[in-house]
């Protein structure tokens, strides 16, 4: 592995490069906490690192608005191009690929189950479809052309439901957090009992999950029914 690479970044046809240390820039890349100043080689700014040339101060303030060294490079390590090794690429595109079969789990179901299809399916539609995912694009940019390739290989349908739910007193408060997190509550009724009635609505293929989870709070006391 070579001591250092390059992250270049381009700005209405001005070029800058920073020097950056092989893994640990890898690792800010594919979210992964890290403290700046252990990923930079150093904090100086370039247009050609291998001739050493530094733009100007004028030409630093208009892309970047600051003259700052470390605010700039904090920039173009966030939205430059990180310069990968072959071993490297193959590491963020299969991270990228855990993340956009996570995603399309969660928000695609099969519409003849109205369930989500299991991670391996899907990885193996991508697989079998030769689908090609670019490591430097988020899942947003990317899924939606994805799942166009993969509905030829399986049935994929992006559809919410709602769940009318009734929860006990006693699992109520905290029943109640779960469902703020995972769907957005149409209505909630407090009885005089302190139980909770609630609609909720959610991404259909998360309804197993959302099942999951209120059962191991209540013990399997509360009713989740699919509203028609």
Do not use: C
């Amino acid at each position: 592995m070579a001591d250092y690479t390059l992250v270049r970044y381009s700005f209405e046809g001005e070029k800058f490069e920073i020097m950056v240390k092989p893994d640990p820039a890898l690792d800010y890349r594919l979210g992964k906490k890290k403290d700046i100043s252990a990923i930079l080689v150093s904090d100086e700014i370039y247009t050609d690192a291998s001739k050493g040339t530094r733009p100007t101060a004028e030409k630093l303030q208009h892309a970047f608005k600051t003259e700052d060294q470390a605010e700039i490079a904090e920039i173009i390590l966030k939205k430059g191009d990180l310069n990968l090794t072959t071993d490297q690429r193959k590491k963020m595109i299969e991270e990228k690929k855990k993340q956009i079969v996570t995603f399309i789990a969660k928000t695609y179901v099969d519409p003849r189950t109205h369930l989500p299809h299991p991670p391996l399916r899907i990885e193996q539609a991508m697989k079998d479809g030769r689908v090609s995912i670019d490591p430097h694009k988020t899942v947003d940019e990317q899924v939606k052309d994805i799942v166009e390739k993969l509905r030829s290989i399986i049935a994929l349908k992006s559809e919410n439901l709602k769940l009318e739910i009734t929860i006990p007193a006693q699992y109520a408060s905290q029943s109640y957090a779960v469902l703020k997190s995972v769907g957005s509550l149409n209505k909630e009724e407090w009885q005089n009992n302190g139980s909770l009635k609630a609609i909720l609505e959610i991404p259909a293929a998360a309804r197993p999950n959302v099942i999951d989870r209120l059962g191991s709070i209540t013990k399997g006391s509360a009713t989740v029914e699919v509203m028609k």
